[in-house]
């Protein structure tokens, strides 16, 4: 019996083989594509956001004449807050960041005065101005950066402030917290549902 007789391959062959491997290398190359985002849609408030994020809270304030929170986070325990005010524009966003900053330090004080591995340090506050470009409009912000120091570590977090106007003369206020490393992906976020924004009152 003869052994069967292997032929080798053919340059059709060889060149089919040659296109696959490509095509498959050009797909293992191929950048993971980002879920396409979620919509969110209730009373009066619809915009986009990420798909790896949450709306977590959407409540009205008590005794808040109204005022309404939305609250979403993300990736790393990153946070952002809405806050609609019916029948009230041109927020200070500048008063906003100031005060939220004194709340803050208020609460920092009752963990900077514990003892032991539950002692808290605040490491100092930074303010800037800063803007972002909506509907062709120029919003200003404010961003801030801070730190703690807890058990030989230190941690750093930013906070972003804007302030946005709609037609019936109502507003909402936006605020973001996050860890520093995270700063690009909670800006994107940031920027989608700015950009997306839409708030009616209810009269």
């Known amino acids: 019996m003869h052994s069967p007789t292997l032929h080798p391959p053919t340059n059709n062959l060889l060149r089919a083989l040659a296109l696959l491997l490509a095509a498959a290398l050009a797909w293992l190359a191929l950048p993971a594509q980002a879920a396409p985002p979620k919509a969110y849609s209730k009373n009066g408030v619809s915009f986009q956001h990420p798909a790896t994020w949450k709306v977590m809270t959407d409540e009205i304030e008590k005794d808040g004449a109204g005022m309404r929170s939305i609250d979403l986070e993300g990736p790393g325990d990153a946070i952002i807050s809405l806050m609609f005010i019916p029948f009230l524009s041109g927020q200070n966003i500048e008063t906003l960041a100031t005060r939220a900053a004194e709340h803050r330090a208020q609460m920092d004080k009752g963990a900077a005065a514990k003892e032991g591995p539950d002692k808290i340090t605040p490491t100092g506050l930074a303010s800037s101005a800063i803007t972002r470009r909506v509907g062709g409009k120029e919003i200003k912000g404010v961003l801030q950066r801070f730190g703690y120091t807890s058990g030989g570590e230190t941690v750093q977090l930013e906070a972003r402030f804007f302030s946005m106007d709609f037609g019936d003369a109502s507003s909402a206020n936006l605020m ?28």
């Open 176 to 203: 973001t917290q996050s860890m520093a490393e995270d700063t690009k992906q909670v800006d994107s976020a940031l920027g989608l549902v700015m950009d997306t924004l839409r708030y009616r009152a209810k009269r």
